[in-house]
């Protein structure tokens, strides 16, 4: 349904786009929170969410919600380089490390 609005009104590439822009922007400081609560032993989840994310990309029918299905998958994966990433930020004192998380 969506989409055939959306690609009735020729906006199906920018809403996605969009939809794109916003997922990499939650995912931020996911990854900023996710490394200060859980530290880097948290990159499983993002593995275990990516790959059952593309998994219903595979599987939705409706090219809408399979793109952003996709985008967010692909968004966990590259977040597990980015808790390691924000963990060296730590390290380096440019974020704040987590006084009660046991090393």
């Known amino acids: 349904m969506i989409t055939q609005v959306l690609t009735e009104y020729h906006l199906l590439g920018l809403v996605l786009g969009l939809c794109t822009f916003l997922i990499i922007g939650l995912f931020h400081p996911i990854v900023i929170k996710a490394e200060y609560y859980y530290g880097v032993g948290c990159w499983w989840a993002f593995a275990v969410g990516g ?3 593309c998994a219903l990309a595979v599987a939705i029918a409706d090219p809408f919600w399979s793109t952003v299905a ?3 998958g692909f ?3 590259w977040s597990i380089l980015e808790v390691f990433e924000q963990c060296e930020r730590v390290r380096k004192g440019w974020f704040p490390a987590n006084p009660k998380r046991k090393k």
């Open 70 to 72: 996709g985008v967010t």
């Open 51 to 53: 790959t059952i994310l």
């Open 75 to 77: 968004s966990c994966y």
